[in-house]
């Protein structure tokens, strides 16, 4: 069993680069899942996060209501997903009753364990990260993530005992190094970790209107965050379908750099209190900068929109690009004169050459392409040490070496049939040499498919039909 799931990105803009990033990485994992262990053994969940005062803001600006904002938005993130071909079980939206009774139950399950509190607070209020931070995390008074000046607030507020299960996830990390993908990542996450305080978790109706109700307390609301990330559990049926929520917990959850804390450490602790397992791996991505090598902003106005990336190279190249040729778990400038390098080169004169040559081939030398009978013994071996290799490399989730090795495969198919010459052989040789290629070509698509999931289909259709395709034509 294999569970995947993104953040929810708050529903306040159009996705851009870092959510595409997101989705794309776990869509690549949850299809080779797929693959690899059958359709009914993975579940794959993305949604948006529809509380907060961020959405609540950004419909104001909008002059809209905050559904009517939603309900106009939230359509356009479904697209976004259906375009890119993600392939998610699930799409979570928070505005759904039932996370709200949900989100509900967990809060009451926290204080029955004695782990939430009210207490008087006074402190730095960042609106961008929706929390309050801490005097130290501020940098020249700013907050690190947003550059802006968080504004003092105080109120009473209900916090949360994160402070009891510092130790519980110290050891946890401790005994499991792998759970956080960068390595690097560790030691920044271990230092909060061992410093958590205990964390506010709500915020007064008046000055947080948009949001799920603390239970009991309707003059409170939930901290956005607190709602939200119970959607990682609650999506697998926990607390009403205790059978179905264990047969998929713990998973796996991707997150951006800045998430970390909320992932890596707070998240953790509510599991703990809820009783649950620690979050099985969480694979931390890198940010995608513009192409001057800065952070998008609209003000630099370096910001590239998936969107239209979209309407420019369509699913299989943004997805190749920002899956096999960017860093996954490193800052990388988006440049399109690289995503068309290495679209020309790994997929139109790599890929789909190999592809085209060995259907023509196949037809001039009148030589069926399935037979597995003709495959030699030697070039298997070559083929399934490959096999190994791409395999590890997505179980291990860098994604970025399966497609390098699988582009390795493919170069190995282009230069035996450089060196043998198929259309000299005799047929018997012949046969050989393209069922070779052939067996090399189905494995390259059957491992390209979690990353080009269009070009997959019709390159094994086109190869089953012997038909003639130039499946990714030169840009
Ligand atoms: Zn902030």
């Known amino acids: ?42 579940f794959f969940n993305v949604g948006v996060d529809e509380h907060g005062l961020k959405v609540f803001t950004t419909a104001r600006e ?23 071909r993600i392939s998610n079980d699930y799409f979570y939206r928070t505005s759904d009753p039932d996370h709200h009774q949900g989100a509900q139950r967990v809060w009451k399950r926290c204080l029955e364990k004695g782990d939430i509190y009210k207490k008087y607070y006074e ?13 130290r995390d501020l940098v020249d008074g700013k907050c690190p993530n947003h550059g802006a000046a968080p504004v003092r607030q105080s109120e009473e507020n209900y916090f949360f005992r994160l402070s009891k ?79 179905r929520f264990n047969n998929w917990w713990p998973g796996v959850q991707i997150c951006g750099p800045d998430n970390l804390r909320f992932q890596g450490a707070i998240w953790q602790g509510m599991l703990a209190s809820l009783g649950l397992p620690f979050t099985k791996k969480l694979l931390v991505h890198g940010t995608i900068l513009g192409p001057d090598g800065q952070k998008m902003s609209k003000s630099m106005g370096n910001v590239v929109s998936p969107l239209e990336q979209y309407e420019k190279y369509g699913s299989d190249v943004c997805r190749f690009y920002m899956l096999g040729v960017l860093r996954p778990y490193s800052d990388c400038s988006y440049r399109e004169e690289d995503l068309k390098d290495a679209y020309n080169a790994q997929l139109a004169n790599n890929y789909g050459n190999l592809l085209n040559r060995v259907i023509h081939l196949g037809n001039i030398k009148e030589i069926d392409l399935f037979d597995k009978s003709s495959i030699s013994a030697e070039f298997n071996e070559i083929v399934g040490g490959y096999r190994d290799q791409i395999e590890k490399a997505y179980e291990s989730f860098e994604i970025h070496d399966a497609v390098r090795l699988i582009g390795e495969l493919v170069s190995l ?38 990353i080009i999931p269009d070009g997959a289909q019709k390159a094994m259709e086109a190869l089953r039909k012997k038909e003639k395709i130039i499946l990714y034509p030169r840009i």
């Open 123 to 135: 402190g730095y209020y960042c609106v961008g990260c929706e929390a309050f931070l801490l005097e």
């Open 1 to 42: 069993m294999f569970y995947i799931t993104t953040t929810l990105p708050y529903a306040n803009s159009v996705p851009h680069v870092g959510h595409a990033i997101e989705f794309f990485q776990a869509d690549a994992y949850a299809r080779y899942f797929r693959k690899k262990l059958g359709e009914k053994k993975v």
């Open 165 to 243: 299960y510092s130790g519980a996830i110290l050891e946890y990390l401790q005994n499991n190094p792998d759970f956080l993908k960068p390595e690097a990542k560790m030691q920044e996450l271990t230092n909060f970790v061992k410093n958590m305080e205990d964390i506010s978790i709500s915020r007064s109706r008046t000055n947080l209107p948009w949001g799920i109700e603390v239970p009991d307390d309707p003059e409170h609301t939930m901290y956005v965050w607190f709602d939200a990330l119970t959607n990682y559990i609650r999506v697998l049926g926990f607390d009403n379908d205790m059978e």
């Open 62 to 84: 909008h002059d809209k209501s905050v559904k009517q904002y939603l309900d106009e938005l939230v359509p356009k993130w479904k697209e976004f997903c259906e375009k890119f």
């Open 413 to 450: 198919g282009n230069q035996h049939i450089h060196e043998k010459e198929p259309w000299r052989q005799k047929p018997e040789l012949a046969k050989i040499t393209l069922n070779n290629v052939s067996a090399l070509v189905q494995m390259a698509t059957e491992f390209y498919e979690p």
